[in-house]
């Protein structure tokens, strides 16, 4: 994916600095609730942990808390940057603890380099987590800071660039091995490294079933075989065997499985046709591996691969373990994470990579179709049946081997709580710029002279989901990319003001206008302004889809949108909507912009839309028709609109997952409904409100935008032929991005 290095500082710069922030679970409104939260009520959980210190869990965050340490001194590939320039990289690792395991995380980075004083900090932390998961500690040390802490403290600690990769690749290897007809005890087994990583994965290896005298393990020095005295340690030691090979190439001679996590470069085509009839090889050098994949491939045709890379087939992607991993210890309390629970955890993914694979996950990667088989052996990231699988399997693990401080009862049970937290909506914008990517359409900026617009179009333009034009004068649109470093390569530019098109646009928009209040010469001076220009354009089915409004009043720009666009066909009214993504879910209002107070068949018009702008989402469309009314219990014209409404959607759409008139508490709440309506239509809560007029809807969505973490995705008008989204004065390029995306995809459709 392409970016360039201000990207990278301006997401993390941008609003609040960093990527992370601690936010309260309990009310602190009142003086009670202060009383409460601190002195002098929060005496009494502390005494009852004094009495009974497994009560920290109960009145405590330290159940669903994990220490992200490091001392940055393997920070990815850029060595020993120091903890502070490592920072960044422990607060990434928290947005991915909490985004697909819900863990939350505290990133600790301590400036030192000695052993013990890191072993000595992490016990003394002890109290505050139920976890640590170590992070880029550089090898040897990094093995025997784990042991130390693993046999001296009493919660799970957990160094996922050792196993993390061990973990995920062994899941790959389970597959890869059945898939070439090959059993574990019989695999001659090469790793080319012997840091964390590569030390970790032969042991897992030879965890796995492979033979310890089959595995062998080359550094920067070659084969650590036995006698050998230069650059070896304890951990090295103990893969050191009796051999004549010395390099690399003499070991992946005949070799069936090749491990990589060492550097790029290191592999040959020859190398790699040395190696045994289906040989399994494992390139995962980070960001280039040890032999690139169309090499490989190219090399030999019965050959299995995997790299550290997205875009081919068979990523190793540690974030398919720890957020996981530690989800279902921290689930029972686990006192460790144990061999065992490794195990089941490289198992489970195994066994749901043979399984079919969602829809969504092919939507997640531009449409790809996944199957088991040698281009599919480990899942991928967005799938998220992995929370449920791994959690679960590490949790029973955990039981059966007696490390659960708190065993599982109702294992049932607990699957289904793991399957409700797992949601797709954190996809809804992935999936969407990649169904776009695969059919780009023609998208007009009409603001082509706005920085912001600029900066979004270069975005659109390099990851390739449309095809830009910008409206405005080319010269200006020039000058103002050039001074803002953009290629304006592969876009087209449009001079709306006395261009080519002029006086073609201005006859097309005085025949339509004609009846309208408008002359010839009020459509050539119109058709000047990039707004009207990029309606005629579509209309003379020269573009695809339109974003506008970066520097005009919404309420102006959709004036002029609404009198010039054409509606769909069977379509009479326009509905303006937004989606918000409220903690990792996503939820549409409606209409939110454009209708004023509906009447019943309006508001019912309102729903039906909704429902296929839900879909266009993958969301499951449960509908609430809102009001301050619930069910008939007042009777004013207001509530009577919205019931009526109700009933036309009853009688012409019975299918539909939609119930009202009801408050906002009761949609929310579907185990209120139950009790108000016995033969609810409703049985989970509603992700789809309509509201009645628009001044409500509008408040709301302003409102539940602007608290807390919070996505907006809108406003998107519904109804016309072709796409035009609007954003506002203050949007963000994020968001003018996004709009982009939506009308593409929505184009292609």
């Given at each position: 994916m392409a970016f360039r290095d201000q990207d990278a500082l301006d997401y993390h710069s941008q609003g609040r600095p960093g990527k992370t922030e601690v936010v309260p679970t309990k009310p602190c409104l009142t003086a009670r609730d202060l009383s409460l939260a601190?002195?002098?009520?929060?005496?009494?959980?502390?005494?009852?942990?004094?009495?009974?210190?497994?009560?920290?869990?109960?009145?405590?965050?330290?159940?669903?808390?994990?220490?992200?340490f490091s001392n940055g001194t393997a920070v990815?590939?850029?060595?020993?940057?120091?903890?502070?320039?490592?920072?960044?990289?422990?607060?990434?690792?928290?947005?991915?603890?909490?985004?697909?395991?819900?863990?939350?995380?505290?990133?600790?980075?301590?400036?030192?380099?000695?052993?013990?004083?890191?072993?000595?900090?992490?016990?003394?932390?002890?109290?505050?987590?139920?976890?640590?998961?170590?992070?880029?500690?550089?090898?040897?040390?990094?093995?025997?800071?784990?042991?130390?802490?693993?046999?001296?403290?009493?919660?799970?600690?957990?160094?996922?660039?050792?196993?993390?990769?061990?973990?995920?690749?062994?899941?790959?290897?389970?597959n890869a091995a059945h898939i070439q007809g090959k059993k574990l005890k019989d695999l001659k087994v090469v790793v080319s490294g012997a840091g964390?990583?590569?030390?970790?994965?032969?042991?897992?290896?030879?965890?796995?079933?492979?033979?310890?005298?089959?595995?062998?393990?080359?550094?920067?020095?070659?084969?650590?075989?036995?006698?050998?005295?230069?650059?070896?340690?304890?951990?090295?030691?103990?893969?050191?065997?009796?051999?004549?090979?010395?390099?690399?190439?003499?070991?992946?001679?005949?070799?069936?499985?090749?491990?990589?996590?060492?550097?790029?470069?290191?592999?040959?085509?020859?190398m790699v046709r040395s190696m045994a009839d289906k040989p399994i090889v494992f390139a995962m050098a980070n960001p280039d591996p040890e032999i690139s994949y169309p090499d490989a491939m190219?090399?030999?045709?019965?050959?299995?691969?995997?790299?550290?890379?997205?875009?081919?087939?068979?990523?190793?992607?540690?974030?398919?373990?720890?957020?996981?991993?530690?989800?279902?210890?921290?689930?029972?309390?686990?006192?460790?994470?144990?061999?065992?629970m490794k195990l089941a955890a490289s198992h489970a993914l195994a066994e749901l990579a043979r399984e079919p694979v969602p829809s969504y996950v092919s939507?997640?990667?531009?449409?790809?179709?996944?199957?088991?088989?040698?281009?599919?052996?480990?899942?991928?990231?967005?799938?998220?049946?992995?929370?449920?699988?791994?959690?679960?399997a590490v949790a029973k693990a955990a039981c059966d081997e007696g490390v659960a401080g708190m065993p599982i009862t109702d294992w049932s049970a607990y699957r289904e709580r793991l399957e409700s937290m797992t949601n797709r909506s954190l996809l809804v914008m992935h999936n969407i710029r990649a169904a776009a990517k695969r059919a780009p359409q023609r998208i007009i900026f009409a603001d082509g002279e706005s920085d912001r617009v600029?900066?979004?179009?270069?975005?659109?333009?390099?990851?390739?989901?449309?095809?830009?034009?910008?409206?405005?004068?080319?010269?200006?649109?020039?000058?103002?990319?050039?001074?803002?470093?953009?290629?304006?390569?592969?876009?087209?530019l449009v001079d709306s003001s006395c261009g080519d098109r002029h006086e073609e646009m201005a006859q097309m928009l005085f025949k339509e206008k004609a009846r309208h209040g408008y002359d010839l010469d009020k459509a050539r001076r119109m058709v000047q302004l990039p707004i009207h220009h990029g309606c005629m354009l579509l209309r003379a089915g020269e573009a695809d889809g339109?974003?506008?409004?970066?520097?005009?009043?919404?309420?102006?720009?959709?004036?002029?949108?609404?009198?010039?666009?054409?509606?769909?066909?069977?379509?009479?009214?326009?509905?303006?909507?937004?989606?918000?993504?409220?903690?990792?879910?996503?939820?549409?209002?409606?209409?939110?912009?454009?209708?004023?107070?509906?009447?019943?068949?309006?508001?019912?018009?309102?729903?039906?839309?909704?429902?296929?702008?839900?879909?266009?989402?993958?969301?499951?469309p449960n509908v609430a028709m809102l009001s301050f009314s619930n069910f008939g219990d007042n009777d004013l014209p207001e509530a009577r609109v919205v019931r009526d409404a109700v009933a036309i959607l009853h009688r012409?759409?019975?299918?539909?997952?939609?119930?009202?008139?009801?408050?906002?508490?009761?949609?929310?709440?579907?185990?209120?409904?139950?009790?108000?309506?016995?033969?609810c239509r409703l049985t989970e809560a509603a992700n789809v409100f309509v509201f009645p007029d628009l001044q409500s809807a509008n408040i709301a969505y302003k409102l539940v935008g602007q608290m807390g973490n919070r996505e907006v995705i809108g406003p998107l008008l519904v109804g016309l032929k072709q796409p035009i989204h609007m954003v506002s004065l203050g949007s963000t390029v994020d968001e003018i991005v996004n709009m982009a995306a939506l009308a593409s995809y929505e184009a292609g459709r």
């Amino acid at each position: 994916m392409a970016f360039r290095d201000q990207d990278a500082l301006d997401y993390h710069s941008q609003g609040r600095p960093g990527k992370t922030e601690v936010v309260p679970t309990k009310p602190c409104l009142t003086a009670r609730d202060l009383s409460l939260a601190y002195s002098p009520g929060v005496a009494i959980p502390c005494l009852e942990i004094e009495k009974n210190p497994a009560d920290a869990y109960k009145y405590t965050n330290k159940g669903n808390l994990v220490a992200v340490f490091s001392n940055g001194t393997a920070v990815l590939g850029l060595g020993d940057i120091g903890a502070l320039g490592g920072k960044p990289v422990m607060e990434g690792k928290g947005v991915l603890f909490k985004r697909f395991g819900h863990v939350d995380v505290f990133d600790i980075e301590v400036e030192s380099h000695d052993p013990e004083e890191i072993i000595k900090c992490c016990k003394m932390l002890e109290p505050t987590f139920g976890g640590i998961n170590l992070e880029d500690i550089k090898a040897p040390e990094c093995f025997y800071i784990e042991e130390r802490l693993r046999a001296e403290m009493k919660i799970p600690v957990f160094h996922d660039d050792q196993h993390g990769t061990a973990i995920i690749s062994g899941a790959g290897l389970i597959n890869a091995a059945h898939i070439q007809g090959k059993k574990l005890k019989d695999l001659k087994v090469v790793v080319s490294g012997a840091g964390a990583s590569a030390i970790a994965c032969a042991k897992f290896a030879e965890l796995l079933g492979v033979p310890l005298a089959n595995i062998t393990l080359v550094d920067s020095k070659g084969v650590c075989y036995k006698g050998r005295t230069e650059g070896m340690n304890k951990y090295k030691e103990y893969f050191a065997h009796e051999t004549k090979n010395r390099t690399l190439a003499d070991a992946m001679k005949g070799a069936d499985v090749f491990y990589g996590c060492s550097v790029k470069g290191l592999v040959s085509q020859d190398m790699v046709r040395s190696m045994a009839d289906k040989p399994i090889v494992f390139a995962m050098a980070n960001p280039d591996p040890e032999i690139s994949y169309p090499d490989a491939m190219a090399a030999r045709k019965d050959l299995i691969m995997a790299t550290g890379r997205s875009d081919y087939p068979n990523q190793v992607n540690n974030v398919l373990g720890f957020p996981f991993i530690f989800r279902g210890a921290l689930d029972v309390r686990a006192s460790a994470i144990t061999e065992g629970m490794k195990l089941a955890a490289s198992h489970a993914l195994a066994e749901l990579a043979r399984e079919p694979v969602p829809s969504y996950v092919s939507a997640a990667y531009g449409g790809q179709t996944f199957e088991f088989g040698t281009d599919y052996i480990i899942p991928k990231p967005f799938d998220s049946r992995v929370l449920s699988r791994v959690a679960f399997a590490v949790a029973k693990a955990a039981c059966d081997e007696g490390v659960a401080g708190m065993p599982i009862t109702d294992w049932s049970a607990y699957r289904e709580r793991l399957e409700s937290m797992t949601n797709r909506s954190l996809l809804v914008m992935h999936n969407i710029r990649a169904a776009a990517k695969r059919a780009p359409q023609r998208i007009i900026f009409a603001d082509g002279e706005s920085d912001r617009v600029l900066e979004a179009c270069r975005v659109v333009s390099s990851e390739g989901f449309a095809k830009p034009t910008l409206l405005g004068r080319p010269d200006v649109i020039r000058k103002r990319a050039a001074s803002l470093n953009i290629d304006l390569k592969g876009v087209e530019l449009v001079d709306s003001s006395c261009g080519d098109r002029h006086e073609e646009m201005a006859q097309m928009l005085f025949k339509e206008k004609a009846r309208h209040g408008y002359d010839l010469d009020k459509a050539r001076r119109m058709v000047q302004l990039p707004i009207h220009h990029g309606c005629m354009l579509l209309r003379a089915g020269e573009a695809d889809g339109m974003v506008c409004g970066a520097q005009r009043s919404y309420v102006e720009t959709l004036k002029i949108v609404l009198s010039l666009a054409e509606m769909k066909q069977g379509v009479s009214r326009v509905v303006g909507m937004h989606v918000l993504l409220i903690e990792g879910r996503a939820y549409v209002f409606a209409d939110t912009t454009v209708n004023f107070k509906p009447d019943a068949p309006q508001l019912a018009n309102i729903a039906v839309q909704a429902c296929e702008v839900a879909r266009h989402f993958d969301i499951d469309p449960n509908v609430a028709m809102l009001s301050f009314s619930n069910f008939g219990d007042n009777d004013l014209p207001e509530a009577r609109v919205v019931r009526d409404a109700v009933a036309i959607l009853h009688r012409d759409h019975p299918t539909m997952k939609v119930e009202g008139e009801m408050r906002a508490d009761a949609a929310v709440l579907p185990g209120q409904l139950a009790k108000l309506v016995p033969d609810c239509r409703l049985t989970e809560a509603a992700n789809v409100f309509v509201f009645p007029d628009l001044q409500s809807a509008n408040i709301a969505y302003k409102l539940v935008g602007q608290m807390g973490n919070r996505e907006v995705i809108g406003p998107l008008l519904v109804g016309l032929k072709q796409p035009i989204h609007m954003v506002s004065l203050g949007s963000t390029v994020d968001e003018i991005v996004n709009m982009a995306a939506l009308a593409s995809y929505e184009a292609g459709r």
